[in-house]
């Protein structure tokens, strides 16, 4: 779908609503009736509408805010001629009245003593730049701006003696209404105005002179700001760089007085055999340089003599002793480095084999003897006309993971693409339909399982259908996976997932970000994200859930794992919903073995993460030894085979 470089895509209502509560906060509105330039005031407001997960740029927010206001100011002329119903066209008329109503306005005394005409009264609500004959096509019609706008003042029925000074040249004379001091006698004595500033007296060059050195200087302003910020961060991670350094430095101290206080305890006890002489290893690496295994950990180099400050003996026999003390406290210091370098102490390899053999244990034996559907019915709820890739991956994922078949709930005009991708996939165009929650609740009784969000749009209709599945689904426990637009649902509405032990959320780190300042109100701490991972968890109730990374870090609120299967650089769209489809099969079989009896002891939905975790990085690593920098997830579909057996056969 083509779209204009100035406007960009259509606005949806969400995003649009988050534009003008950005646009209408207070320091906003500050800048712009003030003397910064209004790009400057635009830019900020694309960056917080970033922030919030809207990609615009400036231009786009400015054009967008400038169609509002021509809305509204045609809603509120009709609500004068037709008695307040005219608002209809207007859908944001309610924010935008409270919006604009707090903008300041010229007072008729101020109009007639200063002589600004029009141009200066609509200066509130047209920014500078902006081009009058600019069109913004809505999904709902939008009639063009009227060359002109009638302006009705009404004044009280009262007369009141209003001084017009008239100024010619230099010279100004005052003149008074002849009945008013009659009716100045009858009403009650008011306070002197304060004397307003005439603006009219200055000439045009030097305010325009004045308007250039501010904005010149407003300009400069924010450049030396951001020049002091950036420099700020480059000292604060040399610092950081630093202070690690001295660690290192101080962890060498200790082992080496350890390890010097060995030979002496061992000379003076006569009776206890002495160690076997070994020969001294000497690395001429630094202890700071540490390289990474293909599991993720890093490994240390084996005892090193650059860290320690004492030389070392001629003596042979001493020289043993020495070395095999040295490497012994190295060993057993090996862990207080373990734990200062990696994520957490539950990234070792053994508890990674343990948890592989529960995954193989819960894979269900193929024979003979089973049915069509035995081994999972999976649904896809997800898919609209933007998006039609995110479910197909999903649902074929789950087919080709061991999954017997795989539903996708679409809209209609999304329906007939994704068959076009494959005869295997079952695809119902029923997600945008009136009755859609019936039409899907049908298909509940014979599904595994179910996977939100790929593919699925932030429409509200299409959440609010989403939003009533998922609670369908818990009523009749089956195990719900949620990603893409589906975590979005829950960032607004947490009490959705909350609680329900067989959900899994699989956000990456922006979607992580988002969910946690949602739930806690307050910034997430990047530097230690497993004490992150772990927090969020707890505040969901111990949901299963699974930040995406460079390591791949499940909770469910009591402990954190980490999935350290080697990967690559490589991170093509569609990763997440191979690893949403194949999750969604594997809580199937993990729930299921868990019934049997055949998992004590561990959550079956961290069993079923950390399989499809597992299984994903693994698709990843052989697509890219195949393909190298053209590596996408359609390449990694077709992986899924070798690199299960490769895991879990054998």
């Given at each position: 779908m083509q779209a204009n470089t100035t406007r960009g895509f259509l606005w949806s209502d969400i995003e649009t609503r988050t534009l003008l509560n950005i646009w209408g906060e207070q320091d906003i509105q500050t800048a712009l009736d003030g003397n910064f330039r209004n790009s400057f005031v635009y830019r900020d407001v694309s960056r917080r509408l970033g922030a919030m997960g809207f990609e615009r740029t400036p231009e786009q927010c400015r054009v967008r805010i400038k169609s509002l206001k021509r809305q509204y100011l045609l809603a509120k002329e009709g609500n004068l001629r037709n008695n307040g119903q005219y608002h209809k066209i207007c859908k944001f008329y309610d924010i935008m009245e409270s919006i604009l109503s707090n903008?300041?306005?010229?007072?008729?005394?101020?109009?007639?003593?200063?002589?600004?005409?029009?141009?200066?009264?609509?200066?509130?609500?047209?920014?500078?730049?902006?081009?009058?004959?600019?069109?913004?096509?809505?999904?709902?019609?939008?009639?063009?701006?009227?060359?002109?706008?009638?302006?009705?003042?009404?004044?009280?029925?009262?007369?009141?003696?209003?001084?017009?000074?008239?100024?010619?040249?230099?010279?100004s004379t005052s003149?008074?209404?002849?009945?008013?001091?009659?009716?100045?006698?009858?009403?009650?004595?008011?306070?002197?105005?304060r004397p307003r500033k005439r603006r009219s007296n200055f000439p045009m060059e030097k305010l325009m002179e004045q308007f250039l050195e501010q904005s010149a200087q407003a300009e400069d302003n924010f450049y030396r700001m951001e020049e002091q910020r950036l420099q700020a961060e480059d000292h604060r991670r040399e610092a950081e760089h630093t202070r690690e350094l001295h660690m290192l430095?101080?962890?060498?101290?200790?082992?080496?007085?350890?390890?010097?206080?060995?030979?002496?305890?061992?000379?003076?006890?006569?009776?206890?055999?002495?160690?076997?002489?070994?020969?001294?290893?000497?690395?001429?690496?630094?202890?700071s340089q540490h390289t990474r295994g293909p599991s993720g950990h890093l490994k240390h180099p084996a005892c090193q003599t650059d860290c320690f400050s004492q030389p070392l003996s001629t003596d042979p026999q001493a020289l043993g002793i020495r070395s095999g003390s040295v490497c012994e406290e190295k060993i057993k210091g090996s862990a207080v480095f373990e734990r200062y370098y990696s994520l957490g102490s539950s990234s070792h390899q053994g508890m990674d084999d343990d948890i592989v053999s529960l995954v193989k244990s819960i894979i269900p034996p193929l024979t003979s003897k089973k049915h069509k559907g035995q081994d999972g019915r999976i649904g896809i709820i997800g898919g609209c006309k933007d998006y039609t890739g995110a479910p197909y991956f999903a649902a074929i994922s789950a087919l080709k993971v061991g999954g017997d078949l795989s539903h996708v709930f679409c809209t209609?005009?999304?329906?007939?693409?994704?068959?076009?991708?494959?005869?295997?996939?079952?695809?119902?165009?029923?997600?945008?339909?009136?009755?859609?929650?019936?039409?899907?609740?049908?298909?509940?009784?014979?599904?595994?399982?179910?996977?939100?969000?790929?593919?699925?749009?932030?429409e509200d209709f299409l959440l609010k259908t989403a939003k009533e599945v998922i609670e369908r689904s818990k009523a009749r426990d089956i195990p719900i996976v949620i990603d893409a637009d589906g975590l979005w649902l829950i960032t607004h509405q947490p009490s959705v997932i909350q609680g329900y032990q067989k959900g899994i959320l699989t956000p990456n780190f922006m979607e992580f970000t988002r969910l946690f300042e949602a739930l806690h109100h307050e910034p997430m701490n990047s530097s230690d994200h497993q004490r992150s991972v772990l927090q969020l968890s707890?505040?969901?109730?111990?949901?299963?859930?699974?930040?995406?990374?460079?390591?791949?870090?499940?909770?469910?609120?009591?402990?954190?794992?980490s999935c350290n299967v080697e990967g690559s650089g490589r991170r093509c769209g569609g990763q997440g919903d191979l690893l949403s489809g194949s999750m969604g099969v594997m809580a199937h079989w993990a729930h299921a073995a868990s019934t049997a009896g055949l998992i004590r002891g561990m959550n079956p939905s961290v069993v079923a993460a950390f399989g499809a975790c597992s299984l994903t990085?693994?698709?990843?690593?052989?697509?890219?030894?195949?393909?190298?920098?053209?590596t996408t997830t359609s390449d990694m579909i077709q992986e899924i085979g070798p690199a299960f057996r490769k895991l879990f056969d054998s």
């Open positions: 903008r300041t306005a010229l007072d008729p005394q101020e109009l007639m003593d200063s002589g600004v005409g029009a141009e200066e009264a609509g200066d509130g609500l047209e920014e500078d730049g902006e081009d009058a004959q600019d069109r913004y096509s809505e999904s709902t019609g939008e009639c063009p701006y009227p060359a002109e706008t009638e302006v009705k003042l009404e004044y009280p029925a009262v007369p009141i003696p209003i001084p017009v000074k008239i100024t010619v040249g230099n010279n003149a008074k209404p002849t009945n008013s001091s009659k009716v100045a006698g009858q009403l009650p004595a008011r306070p002197p105005k430095q101080m962890l060498g101290q200790m082992f080496s007085g350890i390890s010097s206080g060995r030979p002496s305890s061992s000379s003076s006890a006569p009776s206890k055999p002495s160690p076997p002489a070994r020969p001294p290893v000497i690395s001429s690496t630094p202890p209609k005009d999304a329906a007939t693409v994704i068959k076009s991708y494959s005869p295997e996939l079952i695809v119902h165009p029923v997600l945008d339909s009136p009755n859609a929650v019936e039409e899907i609740e049908k298909w509940l009784p014979r599904l595994h399982g179910i996977v939100v969000g790929p593919g699925l749009g932030r707890g505040a969901m109730g111990n949901l299963t859930l699974v930040l995406k990374g460079e390591q791949d870090l499940i909770s469910d609120g009591s402990k954190v794992y990085r693994q698709c990843n690593n052989q697509a890219f030894q195949r393909h190298g920098r053209s």
